[in-house]
């Protein structure tokens, strides 16, 4: 045991380089001390900054416009809920199958009809996808 310390030791380089080294880090470390600080002082005020600006707030999510339940046996859907004020019926699209949408205003309790295949009704302004029903 005492010969692997003695070996290790041994090994270490003389005290006058160990302080030699030392002597520079601190120089190193006091000239660029400060620089370093005020470096860091500024990233720090940049990300408070970009948190005070909402940057990294959560996005808001888009909320569909109008719910709707299916009926398989009259081939309907029919509107139950609606989140937005003067939704139009001529902003939204089928995307596939097929239906007849109704005109003006969407209102509760508004039917569409004659829904054959996989309806799917998409909203264009928001570009949400309102619901796939499958009449098939």
Same mark, same amino acid.
């Given at each position: 045991?005492? !010969? !692997? ?8 380089? =003389?005290? @006058?380089?160990? $302080?030699?080294?030392? /002597?520079?880090?601190? /120089?190193?470390?006091?000239? /660029?001390? *400060? ?19 909402? *940057? ?6 888009? @909320?569909? =416009?109008?719910? $709707?339940?299916? !009926? ?15 939704? #139009? /019926?001529? !902003?939204?699209?089928?995307? #596939?199958?097929?239906?007849?949408? =109704?005109?003006?205003? +969407?209102? @509760?309790?508004? %039917? ?6 996989? +309806? ?7 570009? %949400?996808?309102?619901?796939? *029903?499958? $009449? @098939?």
């Amino acid at each position: 045991m005492m !010969d !692997d310390i003695g070996e290790f030791l041994s090994k270490l380089p =003389p005290i @006058e380089k160990l $302080f030699g080294g030392a /002597w520079i880090i601190t /120089w190193f470390l006091a000239i /660029w001390g *400060y620089h370093i600080q005020f470096f860091l002082t500024g990233l720090f005020c940049l990300f408070l900054a970009i948190l005070l600006l909402g *940057y990294f707030d959560e996005k808001k999510k888009a @909320e569909i =416009p109008a719910f $709707f339940s299916m !009926d398989k046996n009259t081939k309907t859907l029919t509107v139950q809920k609606i989140h937005e004020t003067d939704l #139009s /019926w001529n !902003d939204h699209e089928l995307c #596939s199958g097929s239906a007849m949408i =109704p005109s003006g205003l +969407v209102r @509760e309790g508004d %039917t569409i009809t004659n829904c054959s295949g996989n +309806v799917a009704l998409r909203h264009i302004p928001t570009n %949400t996808l309102m619901g796939a *029903y499958n $009449f @098939e």
